[in-house]
């Protein structure tokens, strides 16, 4: 028999989320801040700075640590956290980064031992109703074979590496060390020098802003191969990206093992109901409390229709008729790995329909229910079209303070090319940034115009249902599968009432041939442009 969990202890188990991604991510950056702070050492022939090949595959776990914590992966973050941290202690002799990624290490293997505490807990508080997985398992599908093919690009770098590395080499040992003129310096970074035989060459040396034209710069000149004497070339950059893919196809394979290890034996079993909150993604349910999500391949078919057909669900939605009786939702049996962040599968009439992984709960778009959200929007206010409807001060105060931010991603990224994060994080910055420059609405005298962050939808009167209000919001369905989109705060309290005006009016002309189009948002093409200067400055 499977027993009810403890649902209070399973929920206070869990490690709290901002403990990763706002603790431990935002120790990373200081950290990270404070060894370049530091690094102020210049290169000099006395004291050059050879490339480090150890060094090199050590930036893997340096910039995967945030990534797989924003992303989830816990445990696999933390380790990278306190790879890199060991890593740093015995390869780089500035005190101030040995200390910075030293603490960063050990609140990463706090972190990791209360995690391990807590998925234990959680384990326990499942209850101890366990099954064995029927049939065998699922044949090693398309993950594997992008392992393979990353671990085989992991090699061909490093393959690409020895030879480069071995041509530098060579060109090293022919060379001779002349000295040469330093003759112009453009966009800051490009150092232009002149050798005895009138040849001239660029460079970006790591302290640009320390040469002035008409200094005298050491070089190694083997023919056209030339090379600075305190900074020889660096192409360990290879080494990196074989480390990031073979990692990459560690995690994917390992991910597989993991999966495939629940038929090897009994598992943790709960019978939960099983709600679909999206395209793919089910909501499971326990004594009527959220427990997590999971994402499957496909569509699993486990609710019925509330609704006959779309004119029903419009009626209820515009408040002109009430809701059907919900029904029972469906139940599953999930088993597996009982906490956040494990593998599980999920069995209907015995049957493993889908295998995926526990995620928190998280506010998604509307779930079409009996129990609609808001209130109906019914009374017309008019409004002469076309008409737009803005965002409010705030958010366009924070779209500044966006802008202002991917600037300084982008300046960051200017003077610390390895910080890749920062790209990141001012890629983000200008998306959101550009989205509360537009108008939230624009209405026309045939459609209406939905910006969201990514997607613009045109949406014919004729295929918008109708309109919700939920405080300062405004949820929109529409379309044949009543989809809905929840608007930001909308500073015009008669939003809903222009809307709903401008549909009724609309509807008296017959425009039911227009369909719903999509096409990406201006803030798309604006993100891809700061791409671009990313990867050009």
Same mark, same amino acid.
């Given at each position: ?69 924003? %992303? ?130 660029? %460079? ?144 209907? $009439? ?33 409004? $002469? ?32 090319? $390895? ?100 096409? %990406? ?17």
């Amino acid at each position: 028999m499977i027993r009810v969990m403890d649902v209070q202890r399973w929920q206070a188990a869990a490690v709290p989320w901002w403990v990763t991604k706002v603790g431990l991510v935002g120790g990373w950056i200081l950290a990270f801040y404070f060894a370049l702070s530091a690094s102020d050492t210049p290169c000099t022939t006395a004291q050059p700075c050879p490339p480090s090949p150890l060094f090199s595959l050590a930036i893997v776990p340096l910039l995967a640590t945030p990534l797989l914590l924003l %992303f989830g992966r816990v445990l696999t973050g933390c380790a990278m956290g306190v790879a890199f941290g060991v890593l740093d202690i015995a390869l780089d002799g500035l005190a101030a980064a040995n200390v910075a990624f030293g603490l960063h290490a050990v609140a990463c293997a706090i972190v990791a031992a209360w995690t391990i505490r807590s998925r234990a807990d959680q384990h326990t508080a499942a209850g101890e109703g366990v099954v064995s997985l029927p049939d065998m398992p699922p044949q090693r599908g398309v993950l594997r074979i992008i392992a393979v093919l990353l671990v085989l690009f992991g090699f061909l770098t490093f393959v690409q590496y020895d030879l480069t590395n071995g041509e530098i080499e060579q060109h090293i040992a022919n060379a001779s060390r002349v000295e040469a003129e330093v003759v112009d310096i453009k966009d800051t970074f490009d150092v232009w020098v002149e050798l005895p035989d009138k040849q001239r060459v660029v %460079f970006q040396p790591l302290a640009p802003e320390t040469y002035r034209i008409g200094d005298s710069m050491p070089v190694l000149a083997d023919g056209s191969w030339v090379a600075m004497a305190n900074e020889p070339e660096d192409v360990t950059w290879w080494l990196t990206f074989g480390g990031a893919a073979v990692f990459l196809a560690i995690m994917l394979a390992a991910r597989e093992r993991r999966r495939r290890a629940l038929w090897t034996g009994p598992v943790k079993a709960i019978r939960m109901q099983a709600h679909p909150v999206g395209p793919r993604r089910i909501l499971l349910r326990h004594n009527n409390t959220d427990i997590a999500t999971v994402a499957t391949l496909a569509d699993l078919g486990l609710e019925e229709p509330l609704y006959h057909d779309t004119e029903q669900f419009g009626r209820v939605w515009r408040g002109e008729e009430d809701a059907p009786v919900q029904l029972d939702p469906a139940e599953i049996l999930v088993a597996g790995e009982w906490h956040h962040g494990g593998q599980v599968a999920l069995l209907v $009439e015995g049957e493993v329909v889908a295998t995926s992984t526990l995620s928190r709960v998280r506010p998604r778009h509307t779930v079409h229910s009996a129990h609609l959200p808001g209130e109906p929007v019914s009374a017309g206010v008019p409004v $002469e079209l076309p008409h737009a409807m803005w965002p409010g001060d705030r958010r366009r105060t924070e779209g500044v303070v966006l802008l202002l931010g991917a600037a300084g991603a982008l300046i960051g990224l200017k003077y610390y090319p $390895e910080l890749i994060i920062l790209g990141l994080i001012g890629v983000q910055c200008v998306l959101s940034a550009v989205t509360r420059f537009q108008p939230l609405l624009r209405l026309d005298h045939n459609s209406v115009m939905l910006y969201t962050g990514i997607w613009t939808y045109r949406v014919p009167w004729a295929q918008l249902h109708g309109v919700r209000r939920a405080g300062p919001q405004l949820m929109l369905a529409f379309g044949p599968h009543g989809d809905v989109i929840t608007t930001p705060h909308l500073p015009d309290r008669q939003a809903g009432e222009k809307l709903m005006w401008a549909r009724a009016r609309s509807l008296i002309a017959d425009h039911h041939g227009e369909r719903i189009t999509r096409r %990406f948002n201006v803030s798309v093409f604006i993100g891809l442009a700061y791409v671009g200067l990313l990867l050009f400055i």
